[in-house]
C-alpha cells in the first residue's frame, strides 16, 4: 500500500477549498491506506509570523482535522516540530540540494520578490525541509496541487541522487495529482483559487466562520449580468462556481444542478444552506475540541510518537550514510 503524507501549513485559518482538496479525501482515505496528516509549523516559520498567532493556529488546525476524522484514532496525525527528526533531516539534505536548485523554485521567487535582503534564509531552503518531511516518513506519494509539485519534484530528485551518492537510504516519493473533487474560487474573485492567504478574506469561505457568515459572503458572491443559471467556467466563473460549492457540498453535479435554479438569489440561498449544512457537523465537533484541548494534546503526542520510531530509523541511515561517525554504545551516566 503506497505510504502518503499531507501537510497543513498554520499560515491562516483552514477554509473551504482546503476542506474539499485535502481534508475531506484524507477522511475518507484513512481506513484504507497509510496516510499520514501534518501541520508543518515549521514552515510557518519562513514568512513573518506571530508566535502566539502560531502556537494558536497550530491547536485550531490539529482541532479541525480531529473534527473532520483525520487522524482520529490512527495515530497518524502530527504536528512537524514535535518530530525533531524532521530538523534533523534537513540539515543533512542541505548537503545534498544546490543553491541553485532551491533559489530557481517559482514559490521562493514569487514570496521573496524583490524583497531578497530581508527574505528569511529559511525562505530558501524551505522545499529542502519539505524533502526532509516526505524522505523522513519513507512517503512514496506526496498529494498536491500544482502549486507544489515542483518542491515534491526536488525531494524526489535529492532522494534519488543521495541514494546514488551515497548508497540505498530513501524511499524515493512521487507526487500525485488528487482527483480534482472541485475546483474552489475565491468567491469575490472567481478566477483566483479560493485560499486562506488571499489578501481581502469576503470571497474565502472559512471552516469555522459562523452561518451567518457564510451566508453574508455568499451573498454577495460576484456573478455576472446575463442573469442566465448555467454552468460554464470560461464565460461565467462566478455562477459556475456557486454551482461547483453546491455541488461539492451535495455530491452532485454542477451541469445537472443549474437546470434546477432559474435565478441568482435561489441559487445562493441553496448554495447557503448547502454549506452550513455541509459544515455543522464539523463546526459542533470541532468546538466540543476546542473546549477540551488537552484530547487534542493527546491526539498529536501519540501522532509523534507512532512517527518517532521509523523517522529515527531512516535519520540513522542517512547519517551513517554520509559518513558520520556512529557510536553504537548506549548512552551513560
Ligand atoms: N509546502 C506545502 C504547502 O504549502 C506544505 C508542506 C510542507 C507539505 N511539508 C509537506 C505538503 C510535506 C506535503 C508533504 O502546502
Do not use: W
Amino acid at each position: 500500500m503506497p505510504r502518503q503524507l499531507t501537510g497543513f501549513k498554520p499560515t491562516g485559518p483552514l477554509q473551504l477549498g482546503n476542506y474539499f482538496g485535502a481534508i475531506a479525501p484524507l477522511a475518507r482515505r484513512r481506513r484504507d491506506a497509510d496516510t499520514t496528516a501534518m501541520i508543518v509549523d515549521l514552515h510557518a516559520l519562513t514568512v513573518e509570523h506571530d508566535p502566539a498567532g502560531l502556537r494558536r493556529r497550530t491547536l485550531e488546525i490539529a482541532a479541525l482535522l480531529l473534527a473532520a476524522g483525520v487522524g482520529e484514532d490512527t495515530d497518524r496525525l502530527l504536528v512537524q516540530s514535535h518530530v525533531p527528526e524532521h530538523t534533523e533531516l534537513h540539515y543533512l539534505l542541505e548537503s545534498a540540494a544546490s543553491y541553485g536548485e532551491a533559489h530557481r523554485m517559482i514559490q521562493f521567487k514569487q514570496k521573496a520578490g524583490s524583497a531578497r535582503e530581508r527574505t528569511r534564509l529559511s525562505l530558501l531552503t524551505y522545499p529542502v525541509l519539505m524533502a526532509a518531511d516526505i524522505l523522513l516518513h519513507d512517503t512514496d506519494e506526496v498529494p498536491v496541487g500544482a502549486d507544489q509539485s515542483q518542491h515534491v519534484e526536488l525531494a524526489r530528485r535529492m532522494a534519488y541522487r543521495f541514494n546514488r551518492r551515497y548508497g540505498d537510504t530513501f524511499t524515493i516519493p512521487a507526487p500525485v495529482n488528487p482527483p480534482v473533487a472541485a475546483r474552489i474560487m475565491d468567491l469575490a474573485d472567481p478566477n483566483r483559487k479560493m485560499d486562506k492567504t488571499n489578501q481581502s478574506e469576503a470571497g474565502v469561505l472559512y471552516l469555522l466562520d459562523p452561518p451567518g457568515v457564510l451566508r453574508r459572503k455568499i451573498n454577495r458572491a460576484t456573478t455576472d449580468s446575463d442573469g442566465e443559471v448555467r454552468y460554464d467556467p470560461e464565460r461565467k466563473p462566478g455562477v459556475s462556481n456557486l454551482l461547483e460549492i453546491l455541488a461539492a457540498c451535495v455530491d452532485g453535479d454542477p451541469r445537472r444542478l443549474a437546470s434546477q435554479f432559474d435565478s441568482y438569489a435561489p441559487l445562493k440561498q441553496a448554495v447557503g444552506d448547502a454549506v452550513v449544512d455541509r459544515l455543522a457537523p464539523l463546526q459542533r465537533r470541532h468546538a466540543e475540541l476546542a473546549a477540551r484541548p488537552e484530547k487534542v494534546l493527546a491526539a498529536l503526542r501519540a501522532g509523534a510518537s507512532h512517527a518517532r520510531q521509523r523517522a529515527a530509523d531512516t535519520v540513522a541511515r542517512a547519517r551513517s550514510a554520509v559518513g558520520l561517525l556512529i557510536d553504537d554504545a548506549p548512552p551513560t551516566g
